[in-house]
């Protein structure tokens, strides 16, 4: 088994246990129905919109073309600065243009993957850290009344970090030419599906 194999594998089992040991402060949050709206509603509302997705799915799949160490620096530097960005949300500080910035990281972010352009980790983790400020942001302000920020926060970030697995285990199939060829698709869908977002927000 190659390296980069076991590096995606070991990565996808890591966010896995994340999100298993938070199943049981779910679970106490039950007693608290504030708690348990805050971890479901933030576990729910990334994938509440096709935007989030596919921008999401796009870090891992990025990261997977890039290979290590991007492949797990992207996903990790993603949900940190998007909890940063969430907390701007939670307090009410006022972010221009947060659609039409979480449909830029799409057209960005697919576009990545579609030409595999490989800047420097640095210049990567900007990128994605740049976006991810955006979705952070969106996913704060709406928290629900009466819910747990906390636990919210959590959530989201939890179910972000499982977008990014499921983009880092689509991405394995860069390792053959067929493979190539589909992500370099699907980032053409991606950026597609992000001019579409674009010209949404603007008509709003």
């Known amino acids: 088994m190659k390296a980069s194999t076991r590096n995606v594998r070991a990565l996808a089992v890591r966010i896995a246990l994340a999100a298993w040991t938070l199943l049981p402060v779910a679970a106490l949050a039950h007693e608290e129905k504030g708690q348990a709206a805050g971890f479901l509603a933030g576990l729910a509302h990334p994938v509440s919109g096709l935007d989030h997705v596919l921008a999401m ?15 797990w620096v992207l996903p990790v530097a993603f949900p940190l600065v998007m909890a940063l960005g969430g907390l701007l949300g939670l ?87 067929p493979g190539r060829q589909a992500l370099r698709a699907t980032g053409v869908g991606v950026a597609l599906a992000g001019v579409y977002f674009v010209w949404r927000a603007v008509a709003a």
């Open 57 to 71: 799915v796009a870090v891992g799949l990025w990261g997977a073309v890039l290979g290590a160490p991007a492949i």
């Open 91 to 177: 307090v009410g500080m006022p972010l221009p243009g947060v659609e039409i910035g979480i449909a830029l990281s799409a057209i960005a972010l697919g576009a990545m993957v579609a030409f595999e352009i490989r800047p420097p980790i640095a210049v990567a983790a900007a990128i994605v850290a740049f976006f991810a400020v955006f979705h952070g942001h969106a996913h704060g302000r709406e928290l629900p009344d009466g819910a747990s920020a906390l636990l919210y926060s959590v959530g989201f970030v939890v179910a972000t970090g499982l977008l990014h697995a499921s983009g880092i285990l689509l991405g394995v199939a860069h390792r053959w030419s």
